[in-house]
């Protein structure tokens, strides 16, 4: 996406460069035209890149149901997904193969630029998510970060992606959380595995996942979150399907929703041998295996140490900017004594109510702005909304959930409202 300040500089370049060969050149020939048949075969591969590509993304996203309604795309309300059995795996590694192959046939010079762009970024994708094979990751199926179980709560609240609109979004949602429980049986599994292979996680971070588990679960299912779509039914229910809906909520809570939570922390808890180291070179293979998350997360080649020295060099960066920053500011104490007086609850929002607001107030600023650095701006707006109080004490201090593509939901940016 370019800055729309860049744009007449960009302009400027791509018109003055074939102006200035133009001018060099003794030549008055026009620029060559493409015949009707080359066109006619540049448009065919054009079409058949698309089809590709929507026939990966739709088989993709059946393969993978969990993520389909923060797409916009709600066919799949009633699936939550395997994910960890080894047919899952076997399946998506085939997909992946499949469509590299499928897409590298095709002529990359007959795309016009803009694709040849989408081709080379679709084939790195399929890349780097083969290579991801090579890795056991099914042992670790979720951090303090990333975890189903807590986007599982997020949309069961029905303030984020899943739908509560018609009976049947509700009835669909009963289906999906029988999914969740049996997402909960496959990970306590591949998490026995793991321990057999020594792929197991940091004791630290399983104590950080332990409370957030724990915090779905309530004794009275009128006080779960899972809760909110019965207390925010749609007045056009009639008064058979609420009842209907209500007691089968109840009943889900209870007896599938609380149990599976309530079991995967107790299984982390009282079976989980999580090990004591935390670096990814402690597990086997794990230094590859770093290598891997680096590529994927920079998209670079640079080598884990390079990345580490780049590290570095910035952390004595900020800090020398801190240190001005100190001096700016007139503290008189170290640059350490200065990050605990910052710590002080005079730099904090008492009231989280406020916080939001305030957000909200940062983000019109913000808004009114973005037209002037961005030339394509997203369909869809973005809402502010607290971090869930199950995972506050574990997140950070936001984080974005995107809308859909077309507009017709917002993102999400929550801000993390807990003090510690």
């Known amino acids: 996406m370019f800055k729309k300040s860049l744009l007449p500089l960009a302009i400027a370049a791509a ?15 026009e620029p060559a035209q493409l015949t009707t048949a080359q066109q006619s075969q540049e448009a065919q591969v054009e079409k058949q890149f698309r089809t590709t590509v929507d026939d990966y993304f739709n088989k993709n996203v059946a393969l993978n149901p969990f993520t389909a309604p923060m797409l916009g795309i709600y066919t799949y309300n009633d699936q939550f997904g395997d994910y960890l059995s080894d047919d899952y795996l076997a399946s998506q590694k085939q997909l992946e193969q499949t469509y590299l192959d499928k897409v590298e046939q095709l002529d990359r010079a007959a795309l016009p630029h803009d694709l040849k762009i989408a081709y080379d970024q679709f084939i790195y994708d ?15 199926p979720f951090n303090q970060f990333y975890s189903r179980a807590n986007t599982f709560a997020e949309l069961g609240t029905g303030t984020y992606a899943q739908p509560f609109k018609t009976v049947k979004d509700y009835e669909d949602f009963l289906t999906k959380s029988d999914g969740f429980a049996d997402w909960v049986d496959q990970s306590i599994q591949r998490m026995r595995e793991g321990m057999k292979h020594d792929v197991v996680l940091p004791q630290v971070l399983v104590d950080m996942v332990i409370p957030q588990l724990e915090g779905y679960v309530t004794a009275e299912p009128e006080k779960s979150g899972f809760w909110k779509p019965v207390s925010n039914m749609p007045e056009s229910f009639n008064a058979e399907d609420r009842e209907r809906l209500s007691v089968a909520y109840r009943a889900k809570i209870t007896q599938v929703i609380n149990p599976a939570y309530t079991r995967l922390a107790d299984f982390l808890k009282q079976e989980y041998k999580p090990r004591t180291t935390v670096a990814y070179g402690e597990l086997p293979n794990g230094d590859a295996w ?26 004595a960066r900020i800090l020398s900017e801190m240190e001005q920053a100190k001096q700016d500011y007139g503290f008189k104490g170290s640059l350490k004594e200065f990050f605990t007086y910052l710590k002080g609850d005079q730099f904090y929002w008492k009231d989280p109510k406020q916080q939001v607001a305030d957000y909200e107030a940062y983000k019109a600023q913000v808004d009114a702005v973005l037209p002037k650095y961005f030339h394509r701006m997203p369909k869809a707006d973005y809402v502010i909304k607290p971090v869930p109080k199950a995972t506050e004490n574990s997140a950070g201090v936001g984080y974005y959930n995107e809308g859909t593509p077309d507009g017709s939901r917002p993102g999400m940016f929550f801000v993390n409202t807990g003090r510690d």
């Open 15 to 29: 018109i003055s460069a074939p102006l200035l060969l133009s001018a060099c050149s003794s030549s008055t020939e």
């Open 126 to 140: 399929r890349k780097m998510a083969l290579r991801g094979f090579e890795f056991p990751s099914q042992y670790l």
């Open 290 to 315: 770093y290598q891997y998350l680096a590529d994927v997360n920079t998209t670079s080649t640079l080598s884990a140490e390079e990345i580490h020295e780049i590290g570095k060099k910035e952390v």
